[in-house]
Nanobody, 129 residues
Framework: QVQLVESGGGLVQPGGSLRLSCVAS????????TGWFRQKPGKEREAVSC???????TNYHSVGGRVAIYRDNANNAVNLDLDDLQPDDAGVYYC???????????????????????WGQGTQVIVST
């Protein structure tokens, strides 16, 4: 069964950090570009970062240097480190694969959303005092 499962979300204070993990089963995640997305309450899902099969990564939106995406091939996973979290970063975070093995992550968010294959179920991030 092809599946992605996210974990690592939770409650964090402003300025804090989290590590989100996306573990795949039923296929080798390293063969596919993998992205992290977030959906804020009442808003559409947006791309945060994507890592290709050559480990080249692309960040989207105004996340700047506050995120780091990287592979953990030993665990068939892609992790996302979030630093200096602010209330505006809260939402449900999802991981998803780029459709077609070996396809790189598009540089434009709109193109990335068109080539998504498998979605995970999401993990919630709450940023609050």
């Amino acid at each position: 069964q092809v599946q992605l499962v996210e974990s690592g979300g939770g409650l964090v204070q402003p300025g804090g950090s989290l590590r989100l993990s996306c573990v795949a089963s039923g296929f080798t995640l390293g063969d596919y570009g993998t992205g992290w997305f977030r959906q804020k309450p009442g808003k559409e899902r947006e791309a945060v970062s994507c890592i290709g099969t050559t480990d080249f990564s692309t960040n989207y939106h105004s996340v700047g240097g506050r995120v780091a995406i990287y592979r953990d091939n030993a665990n068939n996973a892609v992790n996302l480190d979030l630093d200096d979290l602010q209330p505006d970063d809260a939402g449900v975070y999802y991981c998803a694969t780029v459709r077609h093995r070996g396809r790189p992550c598009p540089s434009l968010e709109s193109d990335l959303l068109q080539v998504i294959g498998v979605w995970g179920q999401g993990t919630q991030v709450i940023v609050s005092t």
